[in-house]
């Protein structure tokens, strides 16, 4: 979804720097400062040695970062039987299927799809949205001879009844980032010089001053970032996805609350080795960058594409109430590896808090309800 195809390779640069630097720095000296979003994008997504296009992204103790699938098949289990209830809301249709993006190495679809097998949704196709060569071919050897189809474009899918799921897919998404001057907002672009890239202010364009012109006056130097990718995104699966729903599961937060004083300096993080740091202009493909989703901005895009929020909640109460009948069969259990799982998933310390779970439904009756979401607020997201 990010791909803009290959960057020219620079016969002009000093050569001391790696390939992709190299590349970023050239496409800079062309066409002056990149708004972060591209560098981003480039970073992660380069077809040669972009950190996830590359297959340099890895998961779990001996990675860069943990997820939920790192504790085990329980988590995809948990999942599986959301998609039944998905199902059954929608009347049990004959062809229901499934599609994931950003499945990273499969791991998550081969537990949903393993959780599935007995069932009526036994024969669902599995359809992955995954436009780099590295990833498809990892994920064609964990998920082997299942019923999967891939497509490297979200466009590229067929009209389909079903579920798109994700996680940790929209952390993902290359952000603008931005720097109030008290009286207004500025863009933070990426120039480079001496030999170093480096941050320059530049005035937002059109589609950014939107966006911020709803924002409130923030002290000067507070500092956040901006997803554009949302409204095409749901645009795109609007088209493909014709009845069904949208599950995410990732971090994030509401516009009034990442605007919070207590986050002047932003969300945007990079993690090597489980080591997080604040410099996302180093080292460019050999870490992940992601910011914190903006909720509000999600189900804003969403809305206007014609998707529903049904219900948002953080892991904790998702996992609690989608697991219920999973935590009862567990009591007086020795499966202890289960039950490690679950309480790393569900602590509220942990990764229960830190991340949320949101739907949204189209072409459903309202007020379809969803096990995991019974112990959520109301539907309407704040602000």
């Not at 591209?38 to 970073?43: D, S």
């Not at 699938?69 to 998905?86: D, N, T």
């Not at 709803?214 to 002290?219: N, V």
């Amino acid at each position: 979804m990010f791909a803009k195809g290959r960057m020219a390779r620079s016969t002009c640069m000093s050569g001391k720097l790696p390939g992709l630097e190299e590349r970023i720095a050239t496409e800079i000296e062309a066409g002056g400062p990149l708004g972060f979003d591209r560098f981003m994008e480039c970073a992660l997504y380069d077809p040669d040695e972009g950190y996830y296009s590359a297959g340099a992204a890895r998961v779990g103790k001996e990675g860069d970062y943990f997820t939920n699938v790192s504790h085990g098949p329980v988590y995809g289990e948990i999942l599986a039987g959301q998609f039944l209830e998905m199902w059954q809301a929608l009347g049990g249709p004959p062809e229901f299927s499934l599609i994931e993006q950003g499945a990273n190495d499969g791991r998550l679809a081969c537990d949903i799809l393993d959780a599935l097998a007995g069932t009526p949704l036994e024969g669902a196709g599995l359809n992955i949205v995954e436009p780099h060569p590295a990833l498809r071919e990892v994920q064609t050897k964990t998920l082997g001879p299942r019923n999967v189809r891939w497509f490297h474009r979200l466009e590229d899918l067929p009209e389909i009844c079903g579920v798109h799921f994700s996680n940790e897919l929209f952390d993902a998404f290359p952000v603008h980032v931005v720097r109030s001057t008290g009286d207004a907002w500025a863009e933070l672009r990426v120039g480079f010089k001496n030999g170093r890239f480096c941050w320059t202010e530049a005035a937002p364009g059109p589609e950014l001053q939107g966006i911020l012109s709803a924002f409130p006056k923030r002290p000067p130097g507070f500092t956040t970032e901006i997803c554009t990718g949302y409204p095409d995104f749901f645009r795109i699966l609007s088209k493909k996805l014709l009845r069904g729903f949208l599950l995410a599961v990732d971090y994030g937060l509401t516009t009034s609350a990442l605007l919070e004083e207590h986050r002047r300096e932003g969300t945007l993080r990079c993690y090597r080795n489980h080591r997080p740091d604040s410099r996302p202009l180093e080292a460019p493909g050999r870490k992940d960058i992601t910011a914190h989703v903006n909720y509000s901005l999600l189900a804003e895009a969403a809305d206007r594409a014609g998707w529903r929020l049904e219900k948002f909640t953080d892991q904790h109460h998702f996992l609690v109430g989608a697991a219920t009948q999973m935590l009862r069969s567990l009591e007086g259990s020795t499966n202890s590896r289960k039950l490690r799982s679950l309480t790393s998933l569900l602590h509220p310390e942990n990764m229960g808090r830190q991340f949320q779970a949101i739907l949204f439904s189209k072409g459903v009756a309202p007020g379809t309800g969803l096990s995991g979401f019974q112990y959520a607020r109301d539907s309407d997201l704040p602000a």
